[in-house]
Nanobody
Framework: VQLQAFGGGLVQAGGSLRLSCAAS????????MGWFRQAPGKEREFVAR????????NYADSVRGRFTISRDNAKNTVILQMNSLKPEDTAVYYC????????????????WGKGTQVTVSS
């Protein structure tokens, strides 16, 4: 299984970025796909996830209303649209996949993608 993340970069506060994660190597219909992030000196934290089959979504309180997660089943891709970015959103963002339906923590993730850096300047 491979999760390949794209996007990220440098943006000013208030701007937008789009992350995408392409999944391959398995049938993901029973999975939840989503994102974590890790800022320097901090723990890796949950950001958002979507159910591959139902399309239901969950968000961390810190990003709800600003970030939107969606999926493109035909392309096996999950997209995180990040709007109204703040300097505190600066982190390495990791694509994640798991069958676990409860609240996600780092140890609940089965597959990780390589991180992509998001930097928001003030």
């Amino acid at each position: 299984v491979q999760l390949q993340a794209f996007g990220g970069g440098l943006v000013q506060a208030g701007g937008s970025l789009r992350l995408s994660c392409a999944a391959s190597g398995d049938t993901f219909s029973n999975y939840y796909m989503g994102w974590f992030r890790q800022a320097p000196g901090k723990e890796r934290e949950f950001v958002a996830r979507t159910s591959w089959s139902r399309g239901s979504t969950n968000y961390a309180d810190s990003v709800r209303g600003r970030f939107t997660i969606s999926r493109d089943n035909a392309k096996n891709t999950v997209i995180l649209q990040m709007n109204s970015l703040k300097p505190e959103d600066t982190a390495v963002y990791y694509c994640a996949a798991s069958m676990y339906s409860g609240r996600w923590y780092r140890d609940d993730i089965r597959y990780w993608g390589k991180g992509t850096q998001v930097t928001v300047s003030s």
